[in-house]
Each structure stands twice: as C-alpha cells, then as structure tokens.
C-alpha cells in the first residue's frame, strides 16, 4: 500500500498537475459555470478553483438531468435530487455552497405518496384509487353520464374554491355505470387538496364487522377512522346483508357522528325510496320500518342525489 508521502508526491508529479489544469479550465469554461459567473461577479478564478468539487458535481447532475432517465433510474448520488449552488459571503470573501434540491418529477412523487396516504380503502379495489384520471376521458367515455359528471364535478370544484361542506352526493344508478369509479375521481382529487377520505365497500364490510364482535378495540379505531375522516364513502349501499347491530349501533354511530360536521357520500343500485326498505328489514328481526327510518333521518337529509346513466362497462377495456 502506498504510503501518504507518496501520494502526495504523485499530486506534485507535473503531469497530473497539468492534467487537473486543463481539467479546471475546461471546467471554468463550461456553459453553466460561465452563466453562474455572469450571475454572481463577484466570483473570482481562486473562488471556483477553490469550489472546484462542487462545480463539477453541480456541472455533472446538470447533464444527467438534462438526459433525465426517469425516476426509478436517477444516475445523480443523491436519486431524485440536483445540485444547486448559491454564492454567499463566508469570511473576507464569496464562496461556492452546494444544496441537494429535489427535480420536479421527486416533489410530483412526494406529492403523489402525501395523497396515498390521506386515502384509506376498506375492501375497495386499490386500482380504482391508483389509475390515472383524465377529465376529458371521464366526462366523454358515456355520454349518457355526461350530466352525473357535471355534478360531480360542480362539487369538487366548489370544495377547492370554498373549503368542505356538510353535504354529501348520493350517486344512484344501475350495474357497471362508472358510480364508484366516479367517487374515487372525487376522492382523489379533494386528497390532492389536503382532505383525509375514506371509501368502504358496503357487502364486504358488513361481513368483516361479524368477526369484529370479538375484537372491541379493532372495531372502535375502525369506526373512529370513518368518523374522522374529511370525507367518507360508503359504497354500494344497499347490497350488504345487513343485520340490526351493524345498522343501529355502527353505521347510525358513524353517522350520527358526522351528519352536520363533514360530509359522506353514497353509491347504490338503489333509489333513496327504495334504500330505506331495504334498511327496514334484516335477517334477524325482519321489517323495522321505524329503525330504517331513523337511519334514513342520517342519510337523505345531508345529500344531493345525482342519477347516474349509462351502459354497464364491467368487464370491457
């Protein structure tokens, strides 16, 4: 192994000596570092050299950014980051000082991830909350559905510009009609503003509560999730097997909760008319008309109905 006198003799040796010359002038010459000086001229040759290592790498993620492989394949030390160089007075004179700042497709994925997170899905299909939304192919794919979309566009729209209300939309309509779809679009782009969601799967749900009875503490953060959360979906109601706990004592919890505080939101198959019948009959005590009237006391006064037509599009491209 060498040892450090005679390393230090190889950095004395003229030849590598000419080479780093040639290596910083071509440095100084280089398009960003000459822009920089024009920028700042208080710069002096002895400062560059001085912040030599910084030029280059601040010279060197330029490039590669430039080339920007994307994300996943970021070439710079430092994924997802750049260097960026600011002059300032440190002693008797202007030095180099180099900081690691994120490109815009890294603060595009923090921002992504940040929305990721204000979303919370029980038993929903993580797809339909991760896939792209383009608002000229919502609003074109049926036209059928065309006056649905409005309104649900009317809404997000007036939540970014007037903050959250206490009303929810209530989407009805057939099979496969993009219902769902339609609420995780609203979902996505109000989390996109800073508002917590949570979306729930009516049937599966309904079922997971059974298992729940023997976990009181799973229940009780499950349900406080959905109370605190800015806006909340429950979605396919009216498809669950519902029994006399679930209604009365978790959902009416839930929704007595938030009813006047923060809005929910509804898909079903069902009309309202039609929902409440069905929240008057369970499997255990049969019809309880009063029981799905106190319910529906929850639910129809704090929502718009939006009818949602079209074809049923499950199952195609």
Known sequence: MESLGELLSQIKNPQLRRRSEEL????????????????????????????????????????????CPGLERCPNDFPGHFTKLTVERIGAGPQLVDHQVPCPKQLRHEHE?????????FYVDERALQQGYDEVEIMAKDSMRAPAVSQVFKYINETKESGL??????LEGHFGTGKTFLMCYLLHELAKE?????????PEFVEDLKSMLQDSQK????????????????DDIGAENLNPWVR?????????????????????????????????????????LHKGQRLMDRIAPFVDVVTVRGTNKRGRD
């Open 113 to 121: 991830v940040s929305v990721k997170k204000r979303i919370h899905s």
């Open 194 to 202: 800073g508002y917590s969601g949570v979306i729930v799967y009516m």
């Open 165 to 170: 209300k206490t009303r929810g939309l209530y």
């Open 248 to 288: 009365d004592h978790v959902m009416g919890s839930i929704l007595n909760y938030r009813m006047n505080r923060k809005p929910t939101f509804y898909t079903s198959n069902y009309s309202l008319s039609v929902l409440e019948k069905h929240l008057s009959f369970t499997s255990k005590d049969g019809e309880e």
């Open 219 to 234: 229940l009780k953060e499950t349900t406080e999730v959905m109370k605190q959360a800015d806006l909340l979906i429950f």
């Open 24 to 67: 910083n002038a071509r440095m100084l010459n280089e398009p960003l570092v000459r822009d920089l000086c024009i920028r700042h001229p208080e710069l002096q040759e002895e400062d560059l050299i001085r912040g030599m290592a910084k030029l280059y790498q601040y010279v060197n993620d330029s490039r590669r950014c430039a080339n």
